[in-house]
């Protein structure tokens, strides 16, 4: 049977505010020969109500079981894997002809990619979306990215005893924030565009040197180190995880910069692993009171010494912030973006998908072999697989 039946469930995680689809959504779908269906109440903390889903088309049930019921493709910003507090709940009802399509951090909880496979359900993983061209429009890492960078900016700025412009009055002239962003992917070059609109005052940094051109051209200043480090790009254009050798090495190029920065965004991330350490405790020791620094990588560790994941630490006068999941305090817009990727993705997949119902036209497709994580009650992921044998 073809699934034409697209269901989307209300986010069980702690703290998650997103929605898959927004109602402007449902008509692409529609247009595309599915059928939408909305848990109720799944839109509302993003701002949007079921009867504005029901007025684009979409029919809304009550219950979570009722829509698995009824659905074959699901829709979510976090599967099971990605909600490791209340992502188990769903397993109970998933089916073997289940699709499930969302955030399901393969390499970081690959063992929650077992129980999922368990179910017999297909699982789509959006974290693993190839960075080629054919595949832009459906990249959600990079749309989430491009929130967190912009609203960790104004976090920071809301945190600091500073101003960012440099504003001349009758009173005198007041100097432009010192910000440093730590971190050149999409996250922290928004940041980067964010806080030169903020009238800030820009430098910033990556271990890649292929992404000064990428800093330059946002209108920030590149930190150079004096350090030659070759093959610390790896695919997609993500950083690689460096030896604690070259590790300590960046510390210490970035200690005095960050000692004299206002505000220190760092949103440096490896695939799959802990993110790196690269501001000590002694680092911050030695900022000025009233110093802030926004973690854009608590969720994986955090690159401060001193973060704490969703809480704010005051360390010598110097004000932490570590958000966990930064697009979900821009809701509205983060479901948008999200949503359009998902959208993207299914008219992608849905004529071969339409046509056998399982994808097996797309077998050699590039795009469909890297996201394809379980088929069939099978992990067909190799870099899944091979994590899982390490365990």
Known sequence: MIPRQVGVPKETAPGETLVALVPAHVPLLKNTGLDVWIEAGAGTAAGYGDDAYRSMGAHVVASREELYRTVRILLQVRTPGANREKGREDLAFLRSDHIVIGLADPLGNPQACREVAATGTTLLALELIPRISRAQSMDALSSLATVAGYKAVLLAAGASPKMFPMLTTAAGTIPPAKVLVIGAGVAGLQAIATARRLGASVSAYDVRPSAQADIRSVGAKVVELGMSLHDVEGTGGYAKAVDEEIAQRQRA???PIVEISDVVITTASVPGRKAPLLITGEMIARMSAGSVVVDVAADRGGNCEVT???????SHGVTVLGPANLPALVPM???QLYGKNLVNLLQYLWPS?????????MAGDDILREILVVRHGAIVH??????LEGT
Do not use: K, M
């Open 253 to 255: 190029g970035l200690a």
């Open 333 to 335: 817009h983060a479901s």
């Open 353 to 361: 998908l339409r046509q056998d119902g399982d994808w097996s036209e």
């Open 382 to 387: 190799q870099r899944v697989n091979t994590l």
């Open 308 to 314: 704490i994941p969703n809480e704010t630490v005051v």
